[in-house]
């Protein structure tokens, strides 16, 4: 194995910090600050934040990126639709990464990846001219080998691989579907890595589904917020990174003897 080939060591975790913002935003004002919260993301062991500007800032605003550009001192991941408008404030803020999503004003949270396969030039250009400008380029994609081998011709730096079917048939205690899409994603994260792409992973996880997804070799990063979010209500936001952190430290360490079932 070539040393671009390896397999990644130990296993990122990415705070998304959107909700604090919803919060924030449903009475008005300054609090609770998502920027503070990120702050205290990282002293508890994050190794970034992740956060989504959308076209309706109904959670995360412009002010929220530039103060967390400019004070964080973990990488910003800046999720974002492929528009003219969120290019160009990225562009104009420079984020360590970029994660492409799609995006539609009706729904609650992101459905399903991006179609990268059907993607229009805009989304070519676009990872263009971010990589042009220094920036990593992630693509939110379905955990199929045709949105990965799409991703890899397009240019991207990174694949980051849904995981909200599987969640969402945990939570059903479906488990013949369960290990269909546990399969999947393991599947695809080969896929993708041996196509030279970085690979994350992220959607809906909780405490009692992170160890799967966590144990799969070629996966580097998870981003997780939404949950997290609400345990921090609950019980703190330190504590409930802190016990995120240790469930994929224990099924990452025991990945070589095929994990632990945590369902």
């Known amino acids: ?14 705070i998304n910090v959107d909700h604090v913002a919803t919060v924030r935003n449903a009475r008005g004002g300054r609090h609770p600050d998502p920027v503070r919260a990120a702050h205290l993301a990282v002293e508890a062991g994050a190794d970034g934040i ?20 400019a004070e964080l001192t973990r990488p910003l991941n800046f999720e974002m639709a492929a528009t003219p408008e969120m290019l160009a404030l990225a562009l104009k803020t420079v984020p360590h990464a970029c994660c492409l ?6 729904e609650r949270t992101t459905e399903g990846g991006l179609d990268v396969i059907g993607a229009g030039s805009f989304l070519e250009r ?79 996880l ?8 966590a144990a799969i070799p070629e996966i580097a990063e998870l981003n997780i917020g939404h949950f997290l979010i609400g345990e921090a209500i609950m019980i703190g936001l ?16 025991s990945a070589g003897g095929g994990g632990s079932r945590r369902i």
């Open 1 to 14: 194995m070539t040393k671009e080939n390896a397999l990644p060591g130990a296993l990122r975790l990415g």
């Open 50 to 69: 992740t956060a989504h500007l959308r076209e309706d800032r109904r959670h995360i605003r412009d002010d929220d990126i530039v103060r967390l550009k």
């Open 101 to 106: 999503v799609p995006e539609k004003r009706e």
């Open 126 to 204: 676009c990872i263009g001219e971010l990589k042009s400008a220094g920036i990593r380029v992630s693509l939110f994609i379905e955990p199929d080998r045709a949105p990965i081998e799409a991703s890899a011709r397009l240019g991207a730096d990174i694949v980051e691989l849904h995981t909200g079917t599987y969640c969402e048939h945990a939570l059903e205690n479906d488990w013949q579907r369960v290990e269909k899409e546990v399969q999947r994603i393991v599947v695809a994260a080969r896929v993708a890595h041996a196509a030279g792409l970085e690979v994350h992973a992220g959607h809906g």
């Open 206 to 213: 909780t405490y009692n589904t992170v160890g799967e997804i």
């Open 238 to 253: 330190r504590p409930a990174i802190e016990r995120m952190s240790a469930l994929m430290r224990e099924a990452r360490s």
